[in-house]
């Protein structure tokens, strides 16, 4: 399938709703568009997806079939790693060299997922405790680790192939059938990957891909009976309008939410080092990513070195669409995000902080902000400081000793990810064990793989990805007695 045959399939896609135009964020040139599918359309792949789960196609397959066919799609995301890298780019502003890394990881996240379809498995014990079997009965005990039934999957535009492949991989490998739903921007390459899933063997109305807005096709997944879990990856006000929709049948739910975390670099830091990975930990993607680190805090002593050298590397930073030879960041990913971290930048002018560089739009087409470094941002009352904002712009403040610099890490509603750069080790473990945030990296940034879980603290969600927990967010535990 190549480009241009996605960009028809989507355009002829059925739907009842509002037509939705696809845009390249770095050129703002509209690629195509597609209807919303509307909430018969929902309703309808609902009931494939249970008609599937109740005929047990994939959950009754064995672990080993299951996972020959994960593997397979996998095999199948890299030979077709040119048109999902395309996509990615087109779609989503992203670098080549960078989309092409995000496709790989995608396949990976199947591989790795591949390996659990055989080891979904339970606990068992001898229990002689009796209770109204009389004291001296002898009872066997163990548990079973079954699939939900039709889970909803809704995910954001930032990684449009990433996102995907980390909520399929595990919800096939535990069993479960789906409705999945990318971001009204870019939904694509979920086209593309949805139909390698069925060359891969995954059977019909196993997988089951949905196209609209999230207030109508969205809300409509959240909201219907039969869908009895929703894994959500997305901001948090969002996640807790999820939340409240879900009640309605008191559905399960995994929250990958949004994060503002913390960079602690101690004045022992490897700066050089420290330097590179918190301006690239922030600007990368123009600071689209869940993990990027967007409140910085620097010793004292260093404070002025590291803002010269964040600010260094802000400037040279290459920004550019995806066809422009050398681009290393891309632009925000739509009009609605530029006024978004725009409304931010303004409101950081009138509280009078001080733009050390950035803060304004590039004179181009494109929805391109320069990386943007703030100091004296005042942590009580500011805005920018305590809200995500999910673009290249980062506060950077200074503190005078390790228990300030906890202080800050910890002064806010998140708790996504957090890094400490410091030599003095003992420092960097304890440290560790005081940050509120699901991740902690040390002496290293950005750092994820699918072989480890990944959640939230706080209000960045509830739940895991990744690793064993990411199979466990789709098996629920049945208690099996027996007496002997
Ligand atoms: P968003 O919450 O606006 O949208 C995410 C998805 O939810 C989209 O598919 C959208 O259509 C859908 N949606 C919107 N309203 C809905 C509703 N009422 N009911 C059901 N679905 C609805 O988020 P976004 O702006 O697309 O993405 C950026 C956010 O995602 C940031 O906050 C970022 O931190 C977060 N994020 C978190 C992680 C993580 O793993 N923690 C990873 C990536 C992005």
Request: charged share 20%; net charge negative; glycine share 10%.
């Given at each position: 399938m190549?480009?241009?045959?996605?960009?028809?399939?989507?355009?002829n896609?059925?739907?009842?709703g509002?037509?939705?135009?696809?845009?390249?964020?770095?050129t703002?040139?509209?690629?195509?568009?597609f209807?919303?599918?509307g909430?018969?359309?929902?309703?309808?792949?609902?009931?494939?997806?249970?008609?599937?789960n109740e005929?047990?196609?994939?959950?009754?397959?064995?672990?080993?079939?299951?996972?020959?066919?994960?593997?397979?799609?996998?095999?199948?995301?890299?030979?077709?790693?040119?048109?999902?890298?395309?996509?990615?780019?087109?779609n989503?502003?992203?670098?080549p060299?960078?989309a092409?890394?995000?496709?790989?990881?995608?396949?990976?996240?199947?591989?790795?997922?591949?390996?659990?379809?055989?080891?979904?498995?339970?606990?068992?014990?001898?229990?002689?405790?009796?209770?109204?079997m009389?004291?001296?009965?002898?009872?066997?005990?163990?548990?079973?680790?079954?699939?939900?039934?039709?889970?909803g999957?809704?995910f954001?535009?930032n990684g449009?192939?990433?996102?995907?492949?980390?909520?399929?991989?595990?919800?096939?490998?535990a069993?479960?059938?789906?409705?999945?739903?990318?971001?009204?921007?870019t939904?694509l390459?979920?086209?593309?990957l949805?139909?390698?899933l069925?060359?891969?063997?995954v059977?019909?109305?196993?997988?089951?891909?949905?196209?609209?807005?999230g207030?109508?096709?969205?809300?409509?997944?959240?909201?219907?009976?039969?869908?009895?879990?929703?894994?959500?990856?997305?901001?948090t006000?969002?996640?807790?309008?999820?939340v409240?929709?879900?009640?309605?049948?008191?559905k399960?739910?995994?929250?990958?939410?949004?994060?503002?975390?913390?960079?602690?670099?101690?004045?022992?830091?490897?700066?050089?080092?420290?330097?590179?990975?918190?301006?690239?930990?922030?600007?990368i993607?123009?600071?689209?990513?869940?993990?990027c680190?967007?409140?910085?805090?620097?010793?004292?002593?260093?404070?002025?070195?590291?803002?010269e050298?964040?600010?260094?590397?802000?400037?040279?930073?290459?920004?550019?669409?995806?066809?422009?030879?050398?681009?290393?960041?891309?632009?925000?990913?739509?009009?609605?995000?530029?006024?978004r971290?725009?409304?931010?930048l303004?409101?950081?002018?009138?509280?009078?902080?001080?733009?050390?560089?950035g803060?304004?739009?590039l004179?181009?087409?494109?929805?391109?902000?320069?990386?943007?470094?703030?100091t004296?941002?005042?942590?009580?009352?500011?805005?920018?400081?305590?809200?995500?904002?999910?673009?290249?712009?980062?506060?950077?403040?200074?503190?005078?000793?390790?228990?300030?610099?906890?202080?800050?890490?910890?002064?806010?509603?998140?708790?996504?990810?957090?890094?400490?750069?410091?030599s003095n080790?003992?420092?960097?473990?304890?440290?560790?064990?005081?940050?509120?945030?699901?991740?902690?990296?040390?002496?290293?940034q950005?750092?994820?793989?699918?072989?480890?879980?990944?959640?939230?603290?706080?209000q960045?969600?509830?739940?895991y990805?990744?690793?064993?927990?990411?199979?466990?967010t789709?098996?629920?535990?049945?208690?099996?007695?027996?007496?002997?």
């Amino acid at each position: 399938m190549n480009v241009q045959a996605v960009l028809g399939e989507i355009r002829n896609r059925p739907g009842t709703g509002e037509v939705i135009p696809i845009i390249n964020p770095a050129t703002e040139e509209q690629i195509t568009e597609f209807t919303d599918c509307g909430e018969d359309a929902v309703n309808d792949a609902v009931a494939r997806a249970k008609a599937a789960n109740e005929a047990k196609v994939w959950r009754g397959l064995p672990g080993s079939e299951r996972a020959k066919i994960l593997w397979r799609v996998a095999d199948l995301i890299d030979r077709n790693a040119d048109t999902l890298a395309e996509l990615e780019s087109l779609n989503a502003g992203i670098p080549p060299e960078q989309a092409r890394i995000i496709t790989a990881v995608g396949a990976e996240w199947f591989r790795y997922y591949a390996g659990w379809c055989t080891k979904i498995e339970g606990i068992a014990a001898d229990v002689n405790t009796g209770g109204v079997m009389g004291p001296n009965s002898q009872l066997h005990a163990y548990t079973l680790k079954e699939p939900y039934g039709v889970v909803g999957l809704i995910f954001p535009w930032n990684g449009p192939v990433f996102n995907y492949c980390a909520k399929l991989a595990p919800s096939l490998a535990a069993g479960c059938t789906s409705v999945v739903k990318p971001a009204e921007e870019t939904p694509l390459s979920a086209l593309v990957l949805d139909r390698l899933l069925a060359e891969g063997g995954v059977p019909d109305g196993v997988v089951n891909l949905l196209t609209g807005y999230g207030h109508t096709a969205g809300a409509a997944i959240t909201a219907h009976p039969d869908v009895e879990k929703v894994a959500f990856t997305g901001s948090t006000e969002v996640g807790k309008e999820i939340v409240r929709t879900a009640s309605s049948n008191l559905k399960k739910v995994t929250l990958e939410l949004g994060g503002k975390s913390p960079v602690l670099i101690f004045d022992d830091a490897d700066l050089n080092m420290a330097i590179t990975m918190a301006a690239m930990g922030i600007f990368i993607h123009s600071g689209q990513g869940c993990i990027c680190g967007s409140r910085i805090f620097v010793q004292r002593g260093v404070f002025d070195q590291v803002v010269e050298g964040i600010v260094t590397i802000a400037n040279n930073l290459k920004l550019g669409g995806p066809t422009e030879e050398g681009s290393m960041i891309g632009p925000l990913i739509s009009a609605k995000q530029l006024n978004r971290v725009m409304g931010f930048l303004d409101d950081g002018k009138s509280d009078g902080v001080d733009i050390v560089t950035g803060g304004y739009r590039l004179d181009r087409t494109g929805y391109f902000v320069h990386p943007t470094v703030l100091t004296n941002v005042d942590p009580a009352t500011s805005r920018l400081y305590k809200q995500e904002i999910f673009g290249p712009v980062v506060t950077v403040l200074p503190f005078d000793d390790d228990d300030e610099a906890i202080a800050y890490a910890n002064d806010t509603t998140y708790g996504l990810c957090s890094t400490v750069w410091t030599s003095n080790l003992g420092r960097a473990h304890r440290i560790a064990k005081e940050i509120q945030a699901g991740t902690v990296t040390l002496n290293c940034q950005m750092t994820f793989d699918h072989s480890m879980p990944f959640g939230g603290y706080k209000q960045s969600g509830w739940g895991y990805e990744a690793g064993r927990a990411g199979i466990d967010t789709y098996l629920q535990s049945k208690t099996v007695w027996a007496q002997l």
